[in-house]
């Protein structure tokens, strides 16, 4: 007697950001977005990793309901000034505005910004979530008030942690790029997605 193969999972990317989108479509498997909504307010006495790690799972969490099969993936990315041992840390969050991201720019100047990228991966049927933080970091050149106003003028990256685009002009703003993945840099690391896919027996290839 034939017996049906379970049904392959449907890839939920929970969140309507471009940058995570662009960046997933470079594996080329077809997937869906649901729009996830929850509170990223840190916690009290919440340290940067907690954080990141929190929040990419309540995110794939959050849309879980609309999915009966699937493989949710939830990205969070936390951004901070300091070093996370000492707790002595200033999260960076996106901007919004020209004369917030000047003063960002302002206080990464010659200074090491660190990226962690919650990643979570939430299969609907089991219950099961696989989670892990992969850092970055990127350290400033120095710089000078006309260099700030012409890379803002150029790039606008108001919606962008720490008021940059990696992927586009704010490359020159780095002396030095740290980390094994610069797709986690833009918000969704994708060699650790690949990994987590492949122990849920989702491969990309």
């Known amino acids: 007697m034939r017996r049906d193969l379970p ?3 449907t890839l939920v990317l929970a969140s309507t950001s471009v940058y995570r989108r662009q960046l997933l479509d470079r594996l080329g498997v077809p997937y869906e977005t649901a729009r996830p909504d929850v509170d990223e307010t840190p916690r009290a006495g919440e340290a940067p ?7 990419a799972e309540e995110k794939a969490r959050a849309v879980a309901g609309q999915f009966a099969n699937a493989l949710i993936i939830g990205a969070d990315q936390v951004a901070f000034l300091g070093e996370e041992a000492d707790g002595a840390v200033a999260l960076l969050a996106k901007p919004g505005s020209h004369a917030a991201a000047v003063e960002q720019l302002r206080a990464v100047s010659g200074k090491s910004v660190h990226f962690l990228n919650g990643l979570a991966l939430y299969h609907t049927p089991s219950g099961r979530c696989r989670r892990m933080v992969v850092p970055y970091r990127v350290d400033f050149r120095s710089l000078s008030e006309p260099v700030i106003e012409a890379y803002l003028q150029r790039d606008t990256p108001y919606d962008c942690a720490c008021s940059f685009k990696s992927e586009g002009l704010g490359i020159v703003l780095f002396e030095r790029m740290v980390g094994d ?6 918000g969704l690391p994708l060699i650790a997605l690949c990994g987590l896919l492949q122990a849920e027996a989702f491969p990309v290839l």
């Open 7 to 9: 049904m392959k999972p």
């Open 49 to 55: 990793r907690q954080l990141a790690l929190r929040l």
């Open 181 to 186: 993945d610069p797709t986690a840099l833009i």
